[in-house]
């Protein structure tokens, strides 16, 4: 069972994400807030698996929100979507670096939004597919300088491995396009994680770009 948590300002939205969501019997929303800072209570005492964080809320912003979730150590297992009717560069940016585990409209289907519960709760990052591509392009041209350094201490395989997490593929993707196995796909993820010190799967999207292993494509 995955425990999800909904933060949003809006009774609407709340009650109609509860609705989509516990069509799946294997997920159970255990609470709601209508804020930024009664969410962050809500989700200290209750340490679900997910939260579905809104970005304009009142009084705690659901950015500055996901940073505090983030930054709690005792919130380890815990795993933000920050879920918005804003696709703007700037806000999907600050979301991928206070480390949102995923980034999604709220006009994706059902289906795909409860898919993204399951693929956050399995420790991946996610994006919707219609952002992803010009949201890595401009965390690429945005980096206050491209560091090859930060690479130095990979393998070539780790390099090639950490080239598909920054083109957005699941572990299950690169297993398959790199002829390995799924376990070994997930062992070199968590190897990548500790070379490089990174937070999550979403910081190891920002350094493939900020080292220069990707140059961002054109416009």
Do not use: C, W
């Not at 709690?72 to 206070?98: M, S, W």
């Amino acid at each position: 069972m995955i425990s999800v948590v909904l933060i949003d300002d809006q009774p609407l939205v709340r009650a109609g994400l509860r609705t989509l969501l516990e069509y799946d019997p294997d997920i159970d929303v255990i609470g709601e807030a209508d804020n930024g800072q009664s969410g962050l209570r809500l989700v200290q005492t209750s340490r679900p698996d997910v939260v579905l964080m809104d970005i304009r809320m009142p009084v705690i912003d659901g950015l500055e929100a996901t940073r505090q979730i983030v930054g709690d150590a005792r919130l380890n297992g815990t795993k933000v979507i920050v879920l918005t009717t804003f696709d703007e560069d700037e806000d999907i940016q600050e979301a991928i670096r206070a480390g949102a585990a995923g980034y999604l409209l709220k006009d994706i289907p059902p289906e795909e939004l409860r898919r993204a519960v399951y693929v956050v709760a399995g420790g991946e990052a996610l994006l919707s597919p219609s952002i992803t591509r010009r949201v890595m392009q401009q965390l690429a041209t945005t980096a206050a300088s491209v560091n090859p350094k930060l690479l130095a201490d990979l393998t070539e395989r780790e390099r090639e491995i950490l080239l598909h997490i920054g083109l957005g593929e699941s572990n299950e993707e690169i297993a398959h396009n790199l002829f390995i196995s799924p376990a070994t796909a997930r062992t070199y993820v968590s190897r990548l994680l500790t070379k490089l010190d990174a937070r999550d799967r979403s910081q190891l999207v920002i350094i493939a770009y900020e080292s220069g292993l990707i140059k961002p494509g054109p416009g």
